[in-house]
């Protein structure tokens, strides 16, 4: 199964947005972009449904990525 920050990497390279683009959507910086993809950080709530709209996927998929992930770091 995909982590949050593969799913996000995955859906930006299909839309074919770089980093930069999909920050600017998101309303963040590239750094966190490049973070989130990484895995190193995890999107806030508010951002995973910013997220959604930009990617145009369901909130759902990133959530539950974002629920599995989260549940085998602890």
Do not use: C, F
């Not at 993809?37 to 910013?50: C, R, V, W």
């Amino acid at each position: 199964m995909n982590s949050i920050g593969q799913t996000i990497k995955m859906y930006r390279e299909m839309l074919n947005l770089t980093q930069e683009e999909l920050a600017q959507k998101v309303r963040v910086g590239t750094h966190t972009i490049e973070k989130y993809e990484s895995d190193e950080q995890i999107p806030s709530n508010q951002t995973l449904l910013k997220l959604s709209t930009a990617l145009d996927i369901p909130a759902s998929e990133l959530a539950k990525t974002n629920h599995v992930n989260s549940a085998t770091t602890k």
